[in-house]
């Protein structure tokens, strides 16, 4: 196991030399948080990629690979779909409106008074997404150092806390395309071939399981709809995501750059349910699903191999961690406590950003750490992150960018009544039941239509700035809200 330690302290000791190298390149807000608005499609792409294939893709896809067969692709199938729904129809448009959070497109287009609440909903989310990636260290730790489950949350958040906080997007942005070669080496190029060789190779994966496991609908046809509509539809609002396209340098950037990572992402969801499914052959007995990928890589791969791929799942980790955690500061920096602090104290002059927003990672790192410790169940927490999402935002944000009659004060009942449906449904019905992502993406798409047709129409003044800003014509990288028109 040496040599596997060996591989496994190089890459974390090189997360934080690129850390460090990226706090010399970030010396602006643009800079900190967006990379400049300037990366090309290679890091976009790769970037991108890596941000969306974290912890639950790559363990959770194993697992349920191992649970259900070929058919247990399709969590992250449906992940793919929506960054490719995402940069085919939206990405374009999200990247002209040159701001840096999904509230601050809220404002801009209903008139500035719906950033507030669309960011607490939004911060909630970033922040339980951060909390299931933060967890998953402690499966990889455990399989790597037999190490205490808190101390190995504790080890690997405090890395990407220390690389995000110091060089903030771009850090993140370097560390991830590291991240992208080592996964894609790490799982598709080794792990998936092993695991496929290691268990006779098809023909005797079909012999040993039952048919089920090689029909692509097995795994149920609420449980896909539910996926849609949790992870697809997700996909198209996060911040983490939005965050990631306002670093695109241009429109065919955004929109090609994220094809290419959709598509990879379709790849990767096959592969996971394959090696899965390999693991049943292996392993027909295990405790839990989620145990398939650390007992097959821990006991068919070769020294040094074996270090790699455990990395490559340490990298599939540390990717959507650091951009959630990124994600969840700039949200309670910019949305939250800037707004407070400005209707406290209007002036802020001399206000320095770059060491405000760095103090936000710090602060929200640390929550995060001490969230993930006092949970456990990593589907749940995921499961309550996307829940609030879809069910709070969805509904006001795309009904923004497609339908004009949509006002601030539709936009506030759907994000008030969405959520509150959301939490009531998940404390009646259980958190991983279908019911509250159903209902209450129905509530808040009734209370939007409803209360925007009984309300005055968005200011004609405000919609033309709106329409401006998606037409790219104008080129201030303006973040603040526009001011309500009376």
């Known amino acids: 196991m ?27 807000k643009s800079e900190f948080l967006v990379a400049g608005r300037r990366l090309g499609p290679v890091m976009y792409s790769g970037t991108m990629a890596a941000i969306v294939l974290g912890g639950a893709s790559t363990i959770g896809g194993v697992g349920l690979g191992y649970q259900y067969g070929l058919s247990g692709a399709w969590m992250v199938f449906t992940i793919g779909l929506g960054l490719l729904a995402l940069s085919v129809f939206f990405s374009a448009r999200i990247a002209r409106l040159k701001v840096y959070t999904v509230s601050e497109m809220l404002d801009l287009r209903y008139g500035g008074r719906a950033g507030v609440i669309s960011g607490v909903v939004m ?18 730790f455990d399989v790597l150092f037999d190490m ?21 997007m771009w850090s993140i942005t370097l560390t991830d395309m590291v991240q992208f070669v080592v996964k894609t080496v790490g799982v598709l190029l080794l792990l998936l071939p092993i695991a496929v060789v290691k268990a006779g190779g098809f023909s005797e994966m079909k012999a040993q399981l039952p048919t089920e496991y090689f029909d ?44 290419v990572a959709g598509t990879y992402c379709l790849v990767y969801a096959l592969a996971g349910a394959v090696i899965g499914t390999a693991a049943k052959v292996l392993y027909p007995k295990l405790g839990s699903p989620d145990d398939a ?33 990124i994600a969840c500061a700039t949200v309670a920096n910019n949305d939250i406590w800037s707004r407070l602090r400005g209707a406290i104290r209007p002036s802020a002059e001399g206000h320095d950003e770059v060491k405000g927003n760095r103090a936000f990672i710090l602060l929200m790192g640390l929550a995060v750490i001490g969230t993930a410790i006092a949970l456990n169940n990593v589907v749940e927490a995921l499961t309550v992150a996307y829940n609030l999402l879809v069910g709070g935002l969805l509904v006001p944000i795309l009904g923004g960018l497609l339908w004009r009659r949509g006002t601030v004060q539709g936009a506030l009942a759907s994000v008030v009544v969405g959520g509150v449906a959301v939490i009531t449904l998940m404390a009646t019905h259980g958190i991983l039941a279908n019911e509250p992502v159903y209902y209450g993406l129905l509530s808040s798409l009734a209370a939007y239509i409803a209360v925007s047709l009984m309300t005055r129409p968005t200011d004609a003044a405000v919609l033309t700035v709106w329409r401006e800003r998606l037409a790219g014509r104008d080129p201030e990288l303006v973040s603040e809200p526009v001011p309500a028109h009376q």
């Open 123 to 140: 911060w909630a989310y970033t922040l339980m997404l951060a909390v299931t990636s933060t967890i998953a260290y402690a499966t990889i």
């Open 293 to 325: 990928f650390a007992t097959i890589v821990k006991d068919e791969l070769p020294v040094g191999v074996r270090g790699l791929v455990l990395a490559a799942a340490l990298a599939a980790v540390m990717s959507t961690s650091s951009g959630a955690l």
């Open 148 to 168: 205490n489950r808190t101390v190995a949350i504790v080890l690997g958040g405090s890395i990407v806390v220390a690389y995000s906080t110091l060089g903030g």
């Open 2 to 28: 040496a040599v596997d330690y060996t591989v496994i302290v190089v890459y974390l000791a090189g997360m934080l030399a690129m850390g460090w190298w990226g706090m010399r390149r970030a010396k602006s």
């Open 216 to 259: 692509p609908l097995g795994i149920g046809g609420e449980t896909i709809f539910t996926y849609v509509l949790i992870y697809t539809f997700g996909m198209l609002i996060g911040q983490d995501i939005w965050q990631r396209v306002f670093t695109a340098r241009g429109d065919s950037t955004a929109k090609w750059g994220g094809t």
